[in-house]
């Protein structure tokens, strides 16, 4: 058989977009919530736009982008959406419009990274960036509302690890003393950590090569180098997760591969579950120099970015659900006409709706309504149309009614389909002769399902 895709990629169905979509519009929802808007960037970018912005000696820019050359363009599919965000920020003066820009991505990004459990070479990130803020309270604010969505998704025992980079000067501290460290061990080092020793020795600190983790083991830590200032921003930050409530660990260990962050960096990790060794949720920090650095002003910033794939993967069969629908199944040409009607009225009440006009048995129907998640499936036959009466079998519950004009009347206030028969002055099921059951309008069954839908939802 054909190859259809290539190596560390995948497509989504209709049954998984579902979960997508209901991920998105939760992460969407929540960052709302906190004041950011949508932002959207080309797939396409000039490959020096990460080379400048990501480093020229890490390893997403030196191994993993997919650039190449096309009119004497040098362009690549991006690899992140930081670098974009900020290219955007600086292309349209974003800073002189507003001094806080709050903004949030959705999308594919592209990296030839080494296969792993939930990694993927297409992969898709929901990440944020916030411009124009450099005190501490907004990075803990930030890592905040991260511990809060992943909560709301139902994902417990998340661990928030906290490092600081420093600024410029101080990295310069530290950088002279890793090189005086790493020197003595270069021929203990991997090859890459080798080449890039003199170049850039803080990318030794990324590296996951066993003999370089074995060379780091004594390594001078960043927090030694850290200026009185950097060292009092991050003491802020700590102290307002705490205010926060947001436990966290400082772990010294903690850098990450991408050369334009300083100061604060944090990530987001789940315990056990899925991911296994690979068990980060999401990252960020901030990277105060990009702005500047891409033309623009002096602008602080910091940002975010989570792995879909990733959270997907942890939550596992707990995946967030798909909106209520309804399964419509005519009997019948007549009723399949009034069931065309009936569907087109209940989705202009913003119910997802199916209805199966191809004339198959009613056992054949509720095959497919169980097997497309439906919550009530709507049955209506020649029988049922000329008296005007809807059966509706709920999914979800054991119990199926039938419901009339004047019970439905009185039941509009029920958030469930299934009180609506006992309502004031409703035959109880006992009292029911087999034969004459309750009568109800068409129109009812969409006010009162679309209520019911509401409620579950």
């Known amino acids: 058989m054909l190859d259809i895709l290539p190596v560390k990629t995948k497509g989504e169905y209709p049954a998984a977009i579902e979960h997508w979509r209901a991920l998105e519009q939760a992460f969407v929802s929540h960052v709302a919530r906190y004041g950011f808007a949508e932002i959207r960037t080309p797939l396409l970018e000039y490959t020096e736009l990460f080379s400048r912005s990501i480093g020229e000696t890490t390893d997403v820019v030196e191994k993993e982008m997919y650039a190449f050359e096309r009119h004497r363009d040098h362009l690549c599919l991006r690899p992140e959406g930081t670098a974009s965000a900020a290219r955007a920020y600086v292309q349209h003066s974003a800073y002189a419009q507003e001094p806080v820009s709050r903004w949030y991505y959705l999308g594919p990004m592209f990296r030839a990274e080494r296969p792993q459990r939930g990694r993927y070479r297409q992969f898709h990130q929901a990440g944020g960036e916030i411009f124009g803020d450099a005190g501490p309270a907004v990075d803990a604010e930030l890592i905040e509302m991260l511990v809060s969505l992943f909560q709301s998704l139902g994902i417990e025992g998340v661990t928030v690890h906290l490092n600081s980079l420093g600024g410029d000067a101080s990295r310069a501290r530290y950088r002279e003393a890793l090189l005086a460290y790493l020197t003595p061990l270069k021929s203990q ?60 660990v400082i772990d010294p260990t903690l850098v990450r591969g991408l050369d334009y962050y300083n100061r604060t960096l944090f990530e987001l990790k789940a315990t056990g579950g899925e991911l296994g060794a690979q068990n980060t949720l999401c990252g960020g920090g901030r990277y105060d120099s990009m702005v500047k650095g891409l033309g623009g002003p002096e602008v602080p910033a910091i940002g975010f970015a989570i792995g879909l794939e990733r959270i997907l993967l942890t939550l596992g069969e707990r995946a967030l659900e798909a909106p209520p629908r309804v399964f419509v199944a005519p009997l019948g040409e007549a009723a399949t006409a009034r069931a065309l009607r009936l569907g087109r009225e209940l989705r202009q009440a913003g119910v997802h709706t199916d209805v199966d006009a191809r004339g198959n048995s009613l056992k054949s129907m509720l095959r497919r309504a169980s097997g497309l998640g439906a919550r009530f499936v709507l049955v209506l036959g020649e029988s049922e149309l000329a008296r005007g009466v809807v059966q509706l079998k709920d999914f979800g519950a054991p119990s199926e009614a039938q419901l009339s004009s004047g019970q439905q009347r009185q039941a509009r206030g029920a958030a469930d389909p299934r009180d609506a028969g006992q309502a004031r002055g409703a035959p109880s099921e006992g009292d029911r002769g087999v034969g004459s059951p309750p009568e109800v309008p068409l129109d009812d069954v969409v006010h009162l399902v679309a209520r019911a839908i509401g409620a579950a939802s």
């Open 189 to 248: 080092l991997s090859e890459d950590s080798q080449r890039r020793l003199e170049k850039n020795p803080l990318r030794v600190l990324d590296s996951k090569a066993p003999e370089d983790q074995a060379a780091l083991a004594h390594a001078p830590r960043l927090g030694s180098c850290l200026s009185e200032e950097d060292a009092a921003h991050f003491a802020g930050v700590q102290r307002y997760l705490e205010a926060l409530g947001v436990p966290f």
